[in-house]
């Protein structure tokens, strides 16, 4: 899905208190995804589809009527893997996932499959990851392998290959981690390998 652009933004800090060790650090604001203060949207708003370029396919009409919508979020739905497989879209639908950890960076994943519980990897080359750190890194499929996203019950995993994952969450969605992996060559997303989750948002097409 080269030239797709989704205008999004986190939702604001929770009050749920976070797990032992996951602590946010003292700051002065807190950071929407383009460096502005975020601020609480309607959480049924639907997102809309930017293309960078014309369209020789779709026209406004038809990219308009394509919404991302917020299938699900940590601030609305609570903290649960199982809940995000639960509320996730259909199977050929694709999926942003969206992170921000407790150290305000923020990063996610582009799935071309619904995020979902699976007995083995999924999706296609058109999967990749991304991070703001600040300005946007895209991580593309490298063609080594096809480890593209894995869910079950305790993780979440996002890219592999040598037991490491570019991306992954465990089945709380309060911890998670990211290593280059050989899917898609990519930088650590996180300041650190692993990190603390403080938001998490999931985005589907309507």
């Known amino acids: 899905m080269r030239g797709l652009q989704v205008r999004y933004h986190l939702l604001p800090d929770q009050d749920e208190e976070l797990p032992v060790g996951c602590e946010e650090p003292a700051r002065e604001g807190q950071l929407g995804w383009e460096g502005a203060p975020a601020a609480a949207p309607a959480l049924e708003e639907p997102c809309r589809l930017v293309l960078s370029t014309p ?16 299938q699900y979020s940590t601030r609305r739905d609570g903290f649960s893997l199982r809940t995000l497989y639960r509320r996730g879209g259909q199977p050929g639908s694709p999926a942003l996932l969206l992170i921000r950890d407790t150290e305000a ?20 080359g058109e999967t990749f ?40 969450l465990d089945g709380d969605l309060h911890r998670g981690g990211s290593c280059r992996c050989e899917t898609f060559h990519n930088e650590t997303l996180s300041s650190r390998e692993e990190f603390c989750v403080q938001d998490l948002e999931l985005w589907g097409l309507a």
């Open 55 to 70: 369209s020789s396919i779709l026209q406004d009409r038809e990219i308009h009527e394509q919404p991302w919508c917020l």
């Open 105 to 124: 960076q923020a990063f996610g994943a582009f799935s071309s499959s619904a995020i979902r519980c699976s007995s083995g990897f999924y999706g296609s």
């Open 129 to 168: 990851l991304f991070s703001f750190s600040p300005e946007l890194k895209v991580f593309r499929w490298t063609g080594r392998n096809d480890f593209f996203v894995k869910g079950d019950v305790d993780l979440l995993m996002v890219g592999g290959g040598s037991g490491r994952f570019g991306l992954w």
